[in-house]
Structures are given as structure tokens and as C-alpha cells.
């Protein structure tokens, strides 16, 4: 039986990254230890809202657990945060499980605000997000 995750199939995911990953809107950014394994990925995007605006968008994040607090994941959002940056987004949006407080650390860490919990009828989240329109020391 193919292994599952969530409601998807192994095949069904590799699948949709590799149509993604082509894509000029979609980056899948890795962190590789000096043996070039990959040790951590983030998972980008730009996409427009309801009101016609491009905005990034964080999908996903992870690090090996052994390369934790090392300053993985740090990278990886400074990288994305570049990418979008020179792309002219207005705005960044990532979410975080309510409990999940090292990623919420690390996006307010960045200067994003987090909301108060929401829920959107299967798990309560916050939404993270950050404006990239203001000057600098406006940004929150
Ligand atoms: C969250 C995660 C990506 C952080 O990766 P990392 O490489 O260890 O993060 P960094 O070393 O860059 O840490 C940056 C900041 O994040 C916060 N942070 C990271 N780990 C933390 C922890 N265990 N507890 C509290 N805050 C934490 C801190 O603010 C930290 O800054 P500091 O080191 O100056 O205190 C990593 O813990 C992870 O992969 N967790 C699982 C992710 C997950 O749940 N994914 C599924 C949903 S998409």
C-alpha cells in the first residue's frame, strides 16, 4: 500500500512539486549539511489576493531535528524573503498551528504579526503575516 500523508498519496505529492517547482511563481528552497543531504526545505510562493495584489506565500517548513536551532530555518525565510522582495510583493502570509510555538518564534522573530487563533473547521491556526509596502522601520 503506498504510504500516505494526510488525505494525499506519496505519488499524488511528488507529482504536484514536480509540476510546481516549474513553475516562475513556486520555489522549493533546501538547506544541504557540507555532505550535500538535504537537512532542511521551504516550500514558496507568490499569489494574488481577491483584490488583484501579489503576495508570498509560505507554504511549508522543516528541518531535520539534528540541525535544529542552528539557524536552518532562519536562512531559509531570509532567502525567501528576498525572492520576494525583488519579485514586488505587497505582503507575506504563512500560517502556524496554534501549538506549533517554534514557528510562530521564528516568523515574529522576522517582524510578522500573528494573529489570534482562528479555525477553519479541522484545526485551529494562526495567520502570520507581514507587510513589505512600508518603509523599513514601519514594517510589522
Ligand atoms: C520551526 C523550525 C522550522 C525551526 O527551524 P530551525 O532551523 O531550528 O530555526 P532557527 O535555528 O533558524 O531558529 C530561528 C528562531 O525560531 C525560533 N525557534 C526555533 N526553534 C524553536 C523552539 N524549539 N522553541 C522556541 N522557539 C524556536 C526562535 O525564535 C529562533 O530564534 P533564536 O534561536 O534566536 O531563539 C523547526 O523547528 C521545524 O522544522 N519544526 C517542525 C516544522 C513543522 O512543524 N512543520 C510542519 C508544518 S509546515
Known amino acids: 500500500m503506498q504510504e500516505r500523508f494526510g488525505q494525499f498519496k506519496r505519488s499524488e505529492i511528488s ?3 514536480e509540476q510546481n517547482v516549474k513553475k516562475r511563481d513556486y520555489r522549493i528552497l533546501v538547506a544541504e549539511n557540507t555532505r550535500g543531504t ?6 514558496v510562493a507568490i499569489k494574488k ?3 488583484g495584489q501579489s503576495f508570498g506565500l509560505c507554504y511549508a517548513r522543516y528541518v531535520d531535528p539534528r540541525y535544529r536551532r542552528s539557524g536552518i530555518a532562519s536562512q531559509l525565510l531570509e532567502e525567501a524573503e528576498k525572492w520576494w522582495t525583488k519579485r514586488k510583493v505587497s505582503y507575506i502570509v504563512a500560517h502556524s498551528h496554534t501549538k506549533n510555538k517554534p514557528i510562530k518564534n521564528l516568523f515574529r522573530k522576522f517582524g510578522y504579526n500573528v494573529s489570534r487563533a482562528q479555525n477553519n473547521g479541522t484545526y485551529k491556526f494562526n495567520l502570520l503575516q507581514k507587510d513589505l509596502t512600508g518603509p523599513p522601520d514601519s514594517r510589522a
Not at 38 to 43: A, F, K, R, T
Open 38 to 43: 538535504i537537512v532542511g526545505h521551504s516550500i
Open 49 to 51: 489576493d481577491q483584490n
Open 15 to 17: 507529482q504536484a512539486m
